[in-house]
């Protein structure tokens, strides 16, 4: 059962996505060689309260931190760590928060300083997967379109799908029902509908999809260590179409 959210929720979940925003602008302006994702963490959960909106990954599960940050083989759930980025690092930042009981959730890839056009073409291609899975959500579409069109344009650029982990629907919880694989076949799945949120986040890898745990038990990589690229944003299906809620109008449109 897919949940169906109302106008007045949509603006709750908006209101979320928009927190998700500013505190990435904040995160992102400082990503650089040397500053760490312990310095990150801090950055965002300062900037997440300050907006009037509380952690939503911190103390998840146990997780300890208010952000995923997952350097180069590390694929979603990252400790932020003191060891200082380096230049040529790819990272993950994986922003969640709350806001009266509902959810925001978006994360992107970046460049640390200069990076090689093998891992720029990564992050590139990750963000278009993302593009072309939001433009699948339309009414009455199915949700294997989204997978379908991000996995697609992924094999087709030479990349594999990390098939463990995919999307969500998201509410008043973190993760709602469906799960979205970033893999699948058209015209599947359930119909999409007007009220239907749901965090789209295709997770590419330069080489094997395999993946291993790391012993903090949260930490997830590549077994072959080779780069991953992930990132998300919250869309709402409304009547006129999707909704990014995780950019602000102005970009989303
Ligand atoms: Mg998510």
């Given amino acids: ?37 312990r310095q990150l963490d801090a950055v965002a959960e300062a900037a997440i ?8 990954f911190k103390g998840y599960h146990g997780f300890p931190a208010s952000i995923c940050a997952s350097t180069n083989a590390s694929i979603v759930h990252g400790f932020p760590t003191d060891t200082p980025l380096a230049d040529g690092d790819i990272v993950s930042i994986d922003v969640g928060v709350v806001v009266d009981g509902y959810f925001g959730d978006g994360a992107f890839t970046v460049g640390v300083g200069t990076i090689s056009s093998a891992a720029l ?14 433009e699948q959500m339309r009414v009455d579409g199915r949700l294997g379109d989204i997978s379908h069109a991000i996995q697609t344009h992924a094999e087709a650029a030479g990349y594999s799908i990390v098939r463990e982990y995919g999307g969500h629907g998201i509410g008043r919880a973190l993760h709602e029902s469906p799960h979205i694989n970033n893999y699948g076949s058209p015209g599947k799945g359930p119909r ?8 789209i986040e295709p997770i ?5 999809p395999e993946v291993e745990h790391d012993d ?14 992930h990132c998300e944003h919250t869309v709402a299906l409304t009547e006129n179409g999707a909704e990014i809620l995780t950019l602000p109008a102005v970009l989303s449109a």
């Fill in 204 to 208: 590419l890898s330069m080489g094997s």
């Fill in 216 to 229: 903090d038990g949260w930490t997830v990589q590549t077994r072959d260590r080779s780069l991953t690229a």
């Fill in 192 to 199: 999409l509908k007007p009220g239907h949120v749901f965090c």
């Fill in 49 to 56: 309260i300050e907006a009037g909106a509380r952690p939503a």
């Fill in 1 to 37: 059962m897919i949940h169906r959210k109302s106008a007045a929720q949509i603006e709750c979940l908006r209101t979320c996505g928009q927190i998700v925003f500013a505190v990435q602008q904040k995160v992102e302006a400082l990503i650089a060689p040397g500053v760490s994702t």
């Fill in 121 to 134: 073409d990564l992050i590139d291609t990750t963000r278009r997967c993302l593009e072309l899975g939001i």
